[in-house]
T-cell receptor
Framework: DTAVSQTPKYLVTQMGNDKSIKCEQN?????MYWYKQDSKKFLKIMFSYNNKELIINETVPNRFSPKSPDKAHLNLHINSLELGDSAVYFC???????????????FGEGSRLTVL | DAKTTQPPSMDCAEGRAANLPCNHSTISGNEYVYWYRQIHSQGPQYIIHGLKNNETNEMASLIITEDRKSSTLILPHATLRDTAVYYC???????????FGSGTRLQVQP
């Protein structure tokens, strides 16, 4: 069983389109994250939710909107896609909002978004 | 979070120990040292973490100097599957997410 699963794994779309990436974790964790890894391979935190409540919102364009219907799911919706949005998006989860304190974030396999 | 410095790349022979250094000279008293790795095209994977004592688990050992200004991740018997980018992260208990740097690309050679 996959602990943190993301869909789709690959997404190719045109500029201006709206797309969503879904994430689900079956670990019973209460905190979930979205990270972006760009072409230079830097991993940057975008959002974090704890028990469906947004607790981290880094400087991300408001075209990006996370939604957490329950604590096991954190979806990422992107409006008006731009070329610079092309990246690999990783979902992660941890137990407790201070995932860094407990020592372990569990990451999904990533969703590679290509905007043409 | 304290800044960390890691060599951009290292090579290691298969079966030998891989010793990955990390400098964190500005670390403060309540900051932990974490190690993650990212194998090509996969999500990052937690390896180990510590505060001031040396730590060991089934994957690796973490050696933290007495002044805590540097640490070394040791993979005792590197295999080809250990080829990955290794990230050293220093963060305090109040942070709510991990900040990844550029890491060290470890290439295990056959």
């Amino acid at each position: 069983d996959t602990a943190v699963s993301q869909t789709p794994k690959y997404l190719v779309t045109q500029m201006g389109n709206d797309k969503s990436i879904k994430c689900e974790q079956n670990l019973g964790h209460d905190t979930m994250y979205w990270y972006k890894q760009d072409s230079k391979k830097f991993l940057k935190i975008m959002f974090s939710y704890n028990n469906k409540e947004l607790i981290i919102n880094e400087t991300v364009p408001n075209r990006f909107s996370p939604k957490s219907p329950d604590k096991a799911h954190l979806n990422l919706h992107i409006n008006s896609l731009e070329l610079g949005d092309s990246a690999v998006y990783f979902c992660a989860s941890s137990q407790g909002p201070r995932g860094a304190n407990t020592g372990e974030l569990f990451f999904g396999e990533g969703s590679r978004l290509t905007v043409l | 979070d304290a800044k960390t410095t890691q060599p951009p790349s290292m090579d290691c022979a298969e079966g030998r120990a891989a010793n990955l250094p990390c400098n964190h000279s500005t670390i403060s008293g309540n900051e932990y040292v974490y190690w993650y790795r990212q194998i090509h095209s996969q999500g990052p994977q937690y390896i180990i973490h510590g505060l001031k004592n040396n730590e060991t688990n089934e994957m690796a050992s973490l050696i933290i100097t007495e002044d805590r200004k540097s640490s070394t991740l040791i993979l005792p018997h590197a295999t080809l599957r250990d080829t990955a980018v290794y990230y050293c992260i220093v963060t305090n208990t109040g942070r709510r997410a991990l900040t990844f740097g550029s890491g060290t690309r470890l290439q295990v050679q056959p």
